[in-house]
């Protein structure tokens, strides 16, 4: 099962990032294949020249990288050709009233044709109701995550539920 990790900033780029990457890997037997770093795209307009190159050194490495919170930010598009990233994870600022609101609406459907057309992954974040996901399986979304699929659990909790889960698949 994938791992997905917020970093900052500062985490991106900092030089010793990629080599406590690899121990923590190795140290819990988690494939690096199966990580996610999600950046917020604030962190990626600072210092662009220093963020594409701490990316591809993470990806260089089989790590996938995420857009968190993307369209909250300054959003250009310009930069989503020059990050190498794997996924577009829309806030759920926009996903909220997708299903009602029309503005909401046309973000999402952007965002998700504009990673559909550029080979990335979509997810959304903040599923609270049955008539969001409708919408966004509508539009193609890819992925879905929110309270209307499962409330958070303590990580103690996780070992349980993953068995369980595995169990009614």
Request: hydrophobic fraction near 45%; proline fraction near 5%; aromatic fraction near 8%.
């Given at each position: 099962?994938p791992?997905?990790i917020?970093?900052s900033g500062?985490?991106?780029?900092?030089?010793g990032?990629?080599?406590?990457i690899?121990?923590?890997?190795e140290k819990y037997?988690?494939?690096?294949?199966?990580?996610e770093?999600?950046?917020?795209e604030?962190v990626?307009?600072g210092n662009?020249d220093?963020?594409?190159a701490a990316?591809?050194?993470l990806?260089?490495?089989?790590?996938?990288l995420a857009?968190d919170d993307f369209?909250t930010?300054?959003?250009?598009?310009?930069?989503?050709?020059?990050?190498?990233?794997d996924?577009l994870?829309?806030?759920?600022?926009?996903?909220?009233e997708?299903?009602s609101?029309?503005?909401d609406?046309?973000?999402?459907s952007?965002?998700?044709?504009?990673?559909?057309?550029?080979?990335v992954?979509?997810?959304a974040e903040?599923v609270?109701s049955r008539q969001?996901?409708?919408f966004?399986?509508?539009?193609?979304c890819d992925?879905?995550?929110?309270f209307?699929?499962?409330?958070?659990?303590?990580?103690?909790a996780?070992?349980?539920?993953?068995t369980?889960?595995?169990?009614?698949?």
């Amino acid at each position: 099962m994938p791992v997905a990790i917020n970093i900052s900033g500062c985490h991106l780029h900092s030089q010793g990032l990629v080599p406590f990457i690899l121990a923590l890997s190795e140290k819990y037997r988690v494939p690096v294949t199966l990580l996610e770093l999600e950046i917020t795209e604030g962190v990626l307009t600072g210092n662009s020249d220093e963020s594409i190159a701490a990316m591809a050194a993470l990806k260089a490495c089989g790590i996938k990288l995420a857009i968190d919170d993307f369209g909250t930010g300054y959003s250009s598009l310009s930069y989503l050709k020059r990050f190498p990233v794997d996924v577009l994870k829309i806030d759920r600022a926009f996903v909220n009233e997708c299903d009602s609101n029309p503005e909401d609406a046309a973000i999402c459907s952007a965002i998700i044709t504009v990673g559909k057309s550029i080979g990335v992954q979509t997810v959304a974040e903040g599923v609270e109701s049955r008539q969001q996901l409708d919408f966004l399986r509508q539009q193609g979304c890819d992925l879905y995550q929110g309270f209307y699929f499962r409330r958070p659990h303590p990580a103690a909790a996780i070992p349980a539920l993953l068995t369980q889960l595995a169990a009614t698949s």
